[in-house]
């Protein structure tokens, strides 16, 4: 046990000189805990559930290494063990999981649904579901294929003794169209999974077909449309972040018939992810140069607009000159805002380029920067997303407790705590 303390001793003084930690007047910071390494490709989101970190995969711009899940034990928060990997696929990479707790007749356990996209031509595209009750022996139930593509963001909703799975599949309502003129399959679909081992569709939704609104005429122009990129929900609804169209806000109370009930409006281009937070707010993330969050009252119908959080300029250019480099410009989203999670009066977001930053929302119409996480600068081995050679590049964040975990495409799984004073 000795040793064991030596070693976490020797590891916190190593972190706490690989960081840079920004903070507020009232001195709020980031506390490094641990870090592991994922070698052998780049990282995807990261889900933390029950002590253990279940860190995504993503492709490279070229590889496709199938990573899959990797678990991580935060039995000790400062010497993170990798116990297990799922999801290893060949010709997949898995971006998104999350994991909940479910009890349905079937089933009663944690369970994981991971978002599977192909590679190639001919590789399995959907999502896959996984027993992790024992984080250590995850056990494969069900792969689910979609088309036209695979799922790119994914969520798991249990209800009562029901559980479902929400997936976007981008701009499938175009994709799959037989004439380019009539929506095909819709973008955001309902799978019940209530017996994991045997998912069935159960609804979907589409803006093209429901609303009479197009999606982009072009597919190839990634950042311009209206399509489902990610969900969330709360188990009567669901929180479709659709790209252009902002966030639409669905009644799924009956799964096989979603009903419209509002979106956001405004400066709502490229609406990447939301999250929901108490009291009935609603956080949406934009995917642009700088990146932008804005926080939302949740109604009976559209949201209710009441603040937009950007990054102070002193915040970005002290990033800029930690990591070398100039400032960024056209579609360069180094700098983007990515995903945000809320726990009480806290915004955690991951910003790519900037790291991980923290803003206190205890009053939604002026949230405040609070502090920042900035993981030493890693080499890019395909350049996928840095400007340079090295850079950070945080691609999830997730908290549970006091415990807060990173994902950096690059550096693999951080473990921080927030000190607020």
């Known amino acids: 046990m000795g040793r064991r303390l030596l070693v976490a001793g020797l590891v916190a003084l190593a972190l706490a000189g690989a960081a840079l930690a920004t903070r507020d007047e009232r001195g709020a910071r980031f506390e490094v805990l641990g870090h592991a390494a994922a070698p052998g490709g780049y990282s995807g989101d990261v889900d933390l559930h029950r002590g253990h970190a279940y860190l995504s995969s993503h492709k490279g711009a070229s590889a496709c290494p199938a990573q899959g899940v990797r ?10 063990k990798r116990v297990a990997t799922f999801g290893r696929i060949a010709g997949t990479w898995t971006e998104k999981t999350i994991v909940r707790h479910v009890e349905t007749a079937s089933f009663r356990g944690e369970l994981a649904v991971t978002s599977l996209q192909g590679c190639g031509e001919g590789s399995f595209q959907g999502f896959a579901l996984y027993d992790v009750t024992r984080p250590a022996r995850p056990r494969e139930l069900a792969r689910v294929r ?3 593509r695979g799922s790119h963001e994914i969520w798991l909703q249990p209800v009562g003794r029901r559980a479902y799975v929400y997936t976007a599949i981008v701009a499938s309502e175009i994709r799959s169209s037989p004439d380019g003129k009539t929506p095909g399959k819709p973008d955001f679909r309902i799978m019940e999974v209530t017996d994991p081992r045997k998912p069935v569709e159960v609804g979907g939704w589409g803006a093209w077909q429901e609303l009479g609104i197009p999606p982009f005429a072009d597919p190839t122009k990634r950042l311009e449309g209206n399509f ?10 669901a929180y479709l972040s659709y790209w252009d169209l902002g966030t639409v806000v669905l009644d799924v109370s009956r799964p096989a018939a979603p009903r419209y009930l509002g979106r956001t409006r405004g400066e709502v281009d490229n609406t990447h992810s939301a999250w929901l937070g108490r009291n009935g707010l ?5 995917e642009t140069v700088g990146g932008t969050a804005t926080l939302y009252r949740r109604t009976a119908g559209d949201p209710v607009r009441l603040s937009t959080f950007r990054l102070p300029d002193a915040v970005i250019r002290q990033g800029h000159r930690v990591r070398g480099i100039a400032p960024v410009s056209g579609l360069d989203l180094t700098d983007s805002v990515h995903d945000a999670k809320l726990r009480g009066d806290l915004a955690l977001f991951s910003w790519y380029g900037q790291g991980v930053v923290a803003a206190d929302i205890s009053d939604p119409r002026r949230p405040r920067f609070l502090a920042r996480f900035l993981a030493r600068p890693e080499a890019d081995p395909e350049k996928l ?3 340079g050679n090295r850079c950070v590049a945080v691609w999830g964040v997730d908290v549970e407790g006091e415990t807060i975990v990173a994902s950096d495409l690059i550096g693999g799984l951080w473990v921080l705590r927030l000190r607020r004073g």
């Open 282 to 286: 609603l956080v949406e993330t934009h």
């Open 146 to 148: 979609t088309d036209p």
């Open 71 to 80: 678990v991580f034990s935060l039995a000790n928060p400062r010497l993170p």
């Open 228 to 237: 489902v990129h990610s969900v969330t929900g709360d188990g009567t609804r």
């Open 385 to 387: 997303l840095c400007p």
